[in-house]
């Protein structure tokens, strides 16, 4: 691996780890599910959704190996919570250019 490469994985490897989990909520508790998950530490943003799952979790940690403690400690054992989906992001985020 050239120089160049190896920076450019260490950096990468430096990088928070941010995760999307998609999840399904008893549906009486809604409101409640979402503002519990709202306050955990590691979750930045909490969307409700309208499809197949009810709501999506946005979430960073410092390590990928936390990102399974974060599910079990944290999402998984707030009352609501029937299911999850994980995806992890692999790269640099894009923004839209949208304005309206």
């Known amino acids: 691996m050239t120089t160049v490469g190896k920076d450019l994985l260490r950096n990468w490897l430096e990088m928070a780890v941010k995760a999307y989990v998609l999840i399904n909520v008893d549906t009486p508790l ?29 979430f960073e940690v410092e390590e990928f190996d936390q990102v399974a403690e974060v599910l079990r400690r944290e999402i998984r054992t707030v009352p609501g919570v029937r299911s999850t989906v994980t995806c992890v992001a692999i790269g640099a985020g894009f923004r839209g250019g949208h304005q309206g």
């Open 30 to 58: 809604t409101r409640e599910t979402l503002e519990s998950l709202s306050r955990l530490p590691h979750v930045m943003e909490v969307n409700e959704l309208l499809g197949p799952y009810d709501a999506v979790v946005e």
